[in-house]
């Protein structure tokens, strides 16, 4: 009896193990990409410690997913010229999903908390990256974006920019809490890859893909 105790408790311990490291997978740096534009600077956007936690929509239609998502991401630049820089910084999604029921798939996505702080540098502990983690400015730069998409109709992949803002200088991050998304009208699952594109006033662009989140 000791010894089935003693594996049986062994067992749950490593369930436990199981789930605690699940639950912490996608904290810190997620992806990065670089570039080297038309000026010879070199171009790098990061996602950071982005979540997307799937909900039980809330209006008990089984054509709808909802969702809400938190993340940051961080753009530098480097290279002669890094502190003339001027371009955009964007985040969205790129949306995937199998069918729908004769009518056109709606995408809707609320901002309530984003904030933006163009210079953060100094290292910190959690953000080896220039140390722009813990530099984020608060009130809130956009306070309560909405939008709304029309995917039309499936199948199909749809990219959707949820919100873009200007950046200026070498560095900054934007930082976004609690967003909220839905997808109206889908009659399968909906696939959600998140990223973040670096736009410079030139044209040149670069973009990180995250890992497609499931919207069962």
Not at 50 to 71: A, C, I, K, Q
Not at 160 to 175: E, L, N
Not at 181 to 210: F, H, M, N
């Amino acid at each position: 009896m000791k010894t089935f105790c003693r594996a049986l408790t062994a067992l749950l311990l490593a369930i436990s193990a199981v789930f605690v490291s699940a639950g912490t997978s996608h904290a810190g740096l997620d992806n990065q990409l670089s570039l080297v534009d038309g000026q010879g600077r070199t171009l790098t956007i990061q996602q950071w410690d982005t979540f997307l936690n799937g909900v039980f929509p809330l209006d008990r239609n089984r054509l709808t997913r909802e969702w809400f998502h938190s993340g940051k991401a961080t753009y530098t630049v480097s290279g002669e010229g890094a502190e003339d820089f001027e371009g955009t910084l964007e985040l969205g999604y790129q949306v995937g999903f199998p069918w729908s029921l004769g009518v056109g798939i709606n995408f809707s996505y609320t901002t309530p908390n984003i904030a933006y702080d163009g210079f953060g540098f100094g290292p910190q502990d959690d953000d080896p990256f220039l140390g722009l983690g813990d530099s984020i400015v608060t009130p809130p730069l956009l306070p309560g974006v909405s939008i709304a998409a029309d995917l039309g109709n499936g199948p199909g992949i749809q990219e959707v920019a949820t919100f873009s803002v200007d950046v200026t200088g070498p560095g900054g991050s934007v930082a976004v809490s609690n967003a909220h998304g839905t997808v109206t009208g889908a009659a399968g699952g909906v696939l959600l890859r998140p990223y973040a594109r670096l736009i410079s006033a030139a044209g040149d662009s670069v973009t990180t893909y995250g890992e497609p989140w499931n919207m069962n």
